[in-house]
């Protein structure tokens, strides 16, 4: 007799860190070694079903916002105190991170998600203060765009656009 598990998360659903997400919160051993394409699937289910779909959003949009600030060297203690009372295992989530881009590749994405694949949100005041300008020390007027608010403008631009067809 087979039993058929059916599950309401679908791997292809999820952007690449809501499924980063999912597997930090899954069961997914720590230790770095292979695992069968399967068994990657079966942890990203178990996490999403773990955190729930709205929480695991609500986390990777964090975790994208506070990666975009990162890159930009504009993280401040607030955001990376959060960022790590969410995820207080570096090694962990960066491992979560590689077999989850792994399955972007593996398992593809859906529409759905790939238009979600950009959105960030920063957990704290964000350097810009919301105005997507991000001042420079000791001088006058905007010394960068804030890699969060300025995409987040674009960003809504290009749903106003679409909402308009
Ligand atoms: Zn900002």
């Known amino acids: 007799m087979t039993t ?7 791997v292809r659903d999820l952007t690449g860190m809501e499924r980063t997400v999912a ?3 899954s069961d997914m051993p720590n230790q770095r070694r292979r695992h069968a394409k399967d068994q990657i699937r079966a942890w990203i289910v178990q996490g999403a ?11 990777a949009e964090y975790f994208r916002g506070w990666r975009l600030l990162d890159l930009n060297g504009q993280v401040t203690p607030q955001i990376q105190a ?3 009372q969410r995820f207080p295992r570096p090694k962990r989530l960066e491992y979560a991170e590689s077999q989850a881009t792994n399955t972007l590749f ?14 960030a949100v920063v957990d704290g005041d964000c350097p810009c203060g919301d105005t997507g300008d991000i001042a420079a020390w000791g001088s006058e007027g905007p010394a960068m765009l804030c890699p969060v608010h300025h995409r987040a403008e674009i960003d809504a631009f290009h749903r106003a656009r679409r909402a308009a067809r």
């Open 106 to 119: 593996t398992d593809g994405i859906s529409e759905a998600a790939r238009r979600r694949n950009d959105w």
């Open 4 to 10: 058929t598990i059916v599950t309401s998360v679908e």
């Open 23 to 25: 597997l930090y919160a």
């Open 49 to 59: 079903e773990r955190v729930g779909v709205d929480e695991l959003r609500r986390r």
């Open 82 to 84: 959060r960022h790590e």
